[in-house]
C-alpha cells in the first residue's frame, strides 16, 4: 500500500469560464488516500494517491461547493476509504455511494447512512464490484434508506438491460452521458429508451466523463455532446453534473482539463438550466439544503 507514489496530477489551473451559483455540487468523484490498497478483481489500478486535500485544491478552482463522493472499482467491497473521505469532508457538504450487496445489513446501511452515503453503485464495466444481475437485490436492500442506484454500463448495449432498469422501483442514475463507446447519433433508438425511462420519473442521467467514450474529443466532446444536449433539453430537472476527478480511466496523456469539463454546460445547457444542474437537481436527490 505505501508504494502507491503522492499526487502529480494537476490540481491547479486557469479558472473555468463558467461561473457557478452558490451550492454548485460535483456528483462524481474518487478518493484514493494513503493506506488502501486494492483489491483482487478491481480496475482501474491506483497509479497514485488523489487525497481530500487534492480534490479541495480542485473544488476551490472551479468553484464548487458540494461534492458526492463514489466507491473506486479499486476497492470493490471495502468501503473503507470512501467512509474516511466522508468523515473528512462533512455531511454538510458531501454525500457518497457505496458498493452494497444483497448481504449488507441494515445495520450497516444506517451506520454508512449517518456518515453520508445515499446511493449504491452498480457498474456493468470491468472492474465493476457488483453488476446488474445483482441490481434489483440491492434496490431491496437499500430502499429502507430512501438511497438510489447509480448504473453504469456501455449504452450500446443498453438493449440487454432495458428490461431490468424499467423494474426499478426507487431512484436510480444513468451514469456517465450513457457512456456510449462509441457514441451514437443523438437520435439513436438507445437514446429515445433513455428519453422514455426518464419519462417514468425515478431516472436521473449524469453529465459526466464524455472523454471516456468521445472520438471527437475535448474540450467540447460534439459526439457526446449531441447526446447530452438532447436528453437535458427533454428533462432538465432529473440532470447532474460530476468531474470524474482524478480521471484514472484514462492514461495521463488523455487526462482532461478540469475547467474545461465544466464549461462544457456553456454550450450543452442554457443559464438557468445550468444552476438546475449544480444546484437544484442535486440538492434534491441527495438531501442539501438548498
Known sequence: ??????????????????????????????????????????????????????????????????????????????????????????????????????????????????????????????????????????????????????????????????DELHKIEGEYIIDHIGKFMDPVPANDTRVDEILRLLDKGNAWFKICAGYEASVTGGPRYEDIGAIAKRVIAHAPERILWGSNWPHVGVPREQYPNDAELLDVLLHWAEPEIQKKILVDNPAQLYGFMK
Open 1 to 162: 500500500m505505501s508504494d502507491i507514489p503522492a499526487n502529480t496530477r494537476p490540481l491547479d489551473g486557469p479558472e473555468p469560464v463558467l461561473r457557478t451559483p452558490p451550492g454548485a455540487t460535483d456528483c462524481h468523484i474518487h478518493i484514493y488516500p494513503p493506506g488502501f490498497g486494492e483489491q483482487p478483481g478491481g480496475w482501474p489500478p491506483i497509479p497514485e494517491l488523489a487525497t481530500v486535500e487534492d480534490y479541495r485544491q480542485v473544488q476551490r478552482r472551479l468553484s464548487l461547493d458540494r461534492v458526492v463522493v463514489t466507491q473506486p472499482n479499486a476497492y470493490q467491497f471495502d468501503n473503507s476509504a470512501l467512509l474516511q473521505a466522508l468523515d473528512t469532508f462533512g455531511t454538510q457538504s458531501a454525500r457518497g455511494v457505496a458498493v452494497v450487496t444483497p448481504d449488507t445489513s441494515l445495520h450497516e446501511l444506517e451506520g454508512w447512512h449517518a456518515r453520508g452515503v445515499r446511493g449504491a453503485r452498480i457498474m456493468q464495466l470491468p472492474g465493476g464490484a457488483v453488476k446488474i444481475d445483482r441490481m434489483l437485490e440491492v434496490e431491496k436492500v437499500i430502499r429502507p434508506m430512501g438511497w438510489h442506484l447509480m448504473v453504469q454500463f456501455n449504452g450500446r448495449q443498453l438493449g440487454d438491460y432495458l
